[in-house]
């Protein structure tokens, strides 16, 4: 038995490219490759949705050859990759702000897109240019401007309704979120997704991240008891309430 639906936040590669006195590019190249494991892992065992955080929409403030290197990298997934993940039955779904993308980057997400549209396995979601709170305030302008064309009332915003307008409208929430690196929160990763979420946060950077962690997150997940803010009534809790 799996989750529905597991979120990574791939951090570290920085770190773990300077501790082996490599320049940070090393790194994200490495990581790269775990990436490549794990997606293929989570299809091969039936997964149904796997959401990367792939580059945040803070990332553009680092260096310029580190970013040069991040869109280089996916480039290349995409070049590389997509072929086997269309015949893998993988399906690509991309989140984030699109429209002060360069061109050419656009058009590749928008191929992954349209290349998997029709696959039934796993779903991908890759985070790119992606920052939670500019989801929620895109979506909340989406909102403002549907009320002022007469297309919804204001007493018409529930939980739902907002979710509808997220970018992640048409995905499930995410049971698990792993974390990389030992840091211990979400850097404006899917805010309003998380609410119930369980976290795991592993220590290693995550070109070491394994799929034996893969694994371990997941059963540490199935360990926890999950009450989405109800109680679990037991009979010793029960008794207390008689």
Known sequence: MLPCH????????????????LPRVAGHRAGMETLRTIVHHA?????????????????WARPVDEVQCLLS??????????????EN???VH????????????VVLLEKAEKLTTENTGLNLVVAFNYGSRDEIVRA???????????????NDIT?????????????PDPDLIIRTSGEMRLSNFLLWQAAYSEFSFVPCC?????????????????????????????????GSLL
Do not use: Q
Request: hydrophobic content about 45%.
């Open 6 to 21: 597991i979120a990574i936040i791939m951090d570290g590669n920085g770190r773990w490219a300077c501790a082996r006195k």
């Open 43 to 59: 299809a091969s065992i039936g997964l149904k949705w796997l959401t990367l955080y792939a580059f945040s929409s803070e990332n």
């Open 73 to 86: 990298l996916l480039k290349l997934f995409i070049h590389d990759d997509l072929f086997e993940l269309r």
């Open 89 to 91: 039955n993988v399906r």
């Open 94 to 105: 991309v989140i984030g702000k699109r429209s002060d993308l360069a061109k050419d980057i």
């Open 140 to 154: 909340v302008r989406k909102i403002a401007a549907d009320i002022t064309a007469g297309k919804i009332r204001g």
């Open 159 to 171: 939980n739902n309704l907002l979710t509808s307008y997220l970018d992640t409208a048409h995905i």
């Open 206 to 238: 995550w070109p070491d991240f394994s799929v034996v962690d893969f694994e371990a997150a997941i059963a540490n997940f199935y360990a926890r008891e999950r009450r989405f803010g109800n109680l679990k009534y037991t009979d010793d809790i029960r």
